[in-house]
C-alpha cells in the first residue's frame, strides 16, 4: 500500500476517535475487514487472539456458528473490532474474542470498549464478575485488561510460551473512566 492510501492515522501515529460503541451481533458487510485482520498474522496470532478452538485460516463459517454472542465495536461510526461473550458461568459473564482494527491498537480504544461492553454486561444484574483468558505474552491485551480494572495481572512468564492467565472484574472493580 502507498504511503497516499494509508489511512491518516496509521500516517499521523495518532488517534483522535470520539465516540467508541458496542452493538450487538456482526454484519455481513463487516466480516471481509474481521477476517482480514484476523489471518494475516497467520495462525499463531490467530490462537493469540481467539484461542485454540477458530482454526486458521478462519473463515465466515466458523464466525457466523458463533455470531449468537459477538458484539461489534465501532469507532466514530466504522467498524472498529469484535468482542465476544463466550458463555455464563454461575453469576460470571466470560468474554474472548476481543480484536481491533490494527490501525487502532496502542491509541486507548480497546480499554475503551471494553469498559463499555462490561458496563453493558453489568445491565443484567445477575452478573458479579466478568472473567477472560489472555496469554502471558501478550502485554498489550493485559495492559488493556489492567486498565478497565482485571486482575491480577500476571507476572513473569513460566517458559510455556502459550501459558494462558485467568483475569476478572467484579462487579463495581470497573476503573472509573
Ligand atoms: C487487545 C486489544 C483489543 C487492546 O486494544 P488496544 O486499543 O491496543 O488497547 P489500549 O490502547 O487501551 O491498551 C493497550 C496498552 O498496552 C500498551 N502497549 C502496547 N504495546 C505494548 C507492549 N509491547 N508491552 C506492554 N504494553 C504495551 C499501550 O501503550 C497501552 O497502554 P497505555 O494506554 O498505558 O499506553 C488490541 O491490542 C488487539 O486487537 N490486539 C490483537 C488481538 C489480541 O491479542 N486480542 C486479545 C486476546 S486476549
Redesign the pocket.
Known sequence: MGILCMPIRSVLGECAINAVEIRRGLSEEHMPALLD?ANTGGPG?LK????PKWRYPLTEAQVMAEVGGIFTIFADGAFA?I?QALYRRENRAHI???????G???????????GRFCAMLFENETIDAVS????RF????????A?CGFGPVPESGTGDPWDSCFMTLPRGAANPR
Open positions: 485482520w496470532f493469540q487472539f481467539a484461542g473490532g468482542v474472548g474474542r476481543f480484536l481491533l482494527d490494527p487502532l491498537r496502542g491509541t486507548g480504544i480497546g480499554e475503551r470498549a471494553l477472560l483468558n489472555v496469554y501478550n502485554a498489550p491485551a493485559i495492559r488493556c485488561y486498565k
